[in-house]
């Protein structure tokens, strides 16, 4: 079941927790004691990947609750976070110097409670500092036993190149999921082509692919999913016309419609993993088990005509 990540002797479940809902920054109703039961449910149902970030909580309080889970287990978690975005208030800042990537890193090891991770993402790119400077440091946070491989998120493939040859990548981190296939026009043969591990984030495009939201659904104040065009109009009907569909394929082969798109997804060349995220143990149960269903060709060839009747779609955040 376990997959492995690039070049690299990690092996990790082809299902990850993406760390980021049990934050409550961008999701409603979350709790730490409830965040701390969907960790514990993630690693208790097969998953041994864990992807967080500096910039995960006002103040790290993603990695800080990892932290507190892994404790006494960690040998069996693979921990994935992210440098070069810190918090500001709500806001986001672009900081990916050398010396900032070392005391971030720091940080997040303090907060994890541990002296490594298994992988060290740069966050995004910071248009003030070249992306070979930001790929020395990572480098050396490798040399020095801080991170042992090393990955990027949030990058173009000229970036991801520049990164590539001055610090190997072992794991490229972009959103893919049925609606938003982009990478697979650049991103992802070369990916393939050097046997880096493609881990997506998104593949439930922030829930609406998990089939619950009615075609009526009103976004809460504070939501932010109703700021992307795939929650708007016309875009938000051909969605649900498209779900009703996979609700179809899902009931006949009796899995939600959120295990279907995830086994769907992890099936996809070149992907390693898939990061779910959630803010609740049941919620981490139901995709978790996507990594045990198998998928035939007949229904893989459903899914392909049913994508082909739904057509391209206008998946950018509304600025």
Same mark, same amino acid.
């Given at each position: 079941?376990?997959? %492995?990540?690039?070049?690299?002797? +990690?092996?990790?479940?082809?299902?990850?927790?993406?760390?980021?809902?049990?934050?409550?920054?961008?999701?409603?109703?979350?709790?730490?004691?409830?965040?701390?039961?969907?960790?514990?449910?993630?690693? #208790?149902?097969? +998953?041994?990947?864990?992807?967080?970030?500096?910039?995960?909580?006002?103040?790290?309080?993603?990695?800080?609750?990892?932290?507190?889970?892994?404790?006494?287990?960690?040998?069996?978690?693979?921990?994935?976070?992210?440098?070069?975005?810190?918090?500001?208030?709500?806001?986001? !800042?672009? !900081?990916?110097?050398?010396?900032?990537?070392?005391?971030?890193?720091?940080?997040?090891?303090?907060?994890?409670?541990?002296?490594?991770?298994?992988?060290?993402?740069?966050?995004?790119? !910071?248009?003030?500092?070249?992306?070979?400077?930001?790929?020395?440091?990572?480098?050396?946070?490798?040399?020095?036993?801080?991170? +042992?491989?090393?990955?990027?998120?949030? *990058?173009?493939?000229?970036?991801?190149? %520049?990164?590539?040859?001055?610090?190997?990548?072992?794991?490229? %981190?972009?959103?893919?999921?049925?609606?938003?296939?982009?990478?697979?026009?650049?991103?992802?043969?070369? /990916?393939?082509?050097?046997?880096?591990?493609? /881990?997506?984030?998104?593949?439930?495009?922030?829930?609406?692919?998990?089939?619950?939201?009615?075609?009526?659904? &009103?976004?809460?104040?504070?939501?932010?999913?109703?700021?992307?065009?795939?929650?708007?109009?016309?875009?938000?009907?051909?969605?649900?016309?498209?779900?009703?569909?996979?609700?179809?394929?899902?009931?006949?082969?009796?899995?939600?419609?959120?295990?279907?798109?995830?086994?769907?997804?992890?099936? &996809?060349?070149?992907?390693?993993?898939? *990061?779910?995220?959630?803010?609740?143990?049941?919620?981490? %149960?139901?995709?978790?088990?996507?990594?045990?269903?198998?998928? #035939?060709?007949?229904?893989?060839?459903?899914?392909? !005509?049913?994508?082909?009747?739904?057509?391209?779609?206008?998946?950018?955040?509304?600025?």
């Amino acid at each position: 079941m376990l997959r %492995q990540l690039g070049q690299s002797e +990690i092996h990790v479940s082809s299902v990850a927790m993406g760390c980021w809902p049990i934050t409550g920054l961008t999701t409603l109703d979350t709790t730490k004691a409830a965040s701390i039961r969907t960790l514990h449910a993630a690693l #208790d149902n097969g +998953i041994n990947f864990l992807d967080t970030a500096y910039a995960y909580g006002i103040e790290g309080e993603s990695e800080q609750m990892i932290g507190e889970v892994i404790r006494g287990r960690r040998d069996s978690v693979v921990v994935a976070t992210k440098g070069g975005i810190h918090r500001v208030g709500k806001g986001q !800042d672009f !900081d990916a110097r050398p010396e900032t990537i070392q005391r971030e890193c720091d940080e997040s090891l303090r907060r994890l409670g541990t002296d490594h991770v298994e992988l060290y993402y740069l966050h995004a790119a !910071d248009k003030q500092t070249p992306i070979e400077e930001t790929a020395g440091a990572v480098a050396k946070l490798i040399a020095d036993g801080k991170a +042992i491989t090393a990955g990027a998120s949030n *990058l173009n493939l000229e970036q991801l190149k %520049q990164f590539h040859a001055v610090c190997p990548l072992t794991a490229v %981190q972009p959103h893919f999921n049925m609606l938003q296939q982009e990478i697979e026009e650049e991103i992802a043969p070369w /990916c393939r082509e050097n046997s880096i591990s493609l /881990c997506v984030y998104w593949p439930l495009m922030k829930g609406l692919l998990a089939g619950k939201l009615e075609r009526g659904h &009103q976004f809460a104040p504070g939501d932010g999913r109703a700021k992307y065009p795939m929650f708007q109009g016309d875009e938000w009907q051909k969605n649900h016309d498209f779900l009703d569909e996979l609700r179809s394929i899902a009931h006949d082969i009796g899995v939600t419609v959120s295990q279907l798109v995830v086994a769907w997804t992890i099936r &996809q060349p070149g992907i390693t993993s898939a *990061l779910c995220g959630a803010k609740r143990d049941w919620q981490i %149960q139901e995709t978790s088990a996507a990594m045990r269903i198998n998928l #035939d060709k007949s229904i893989l060839a459903t899914i392909h !005509d049913a994508l082909q009747r739904r057509g391209p779609s206008v998946s950018r955040a509304a600025v």
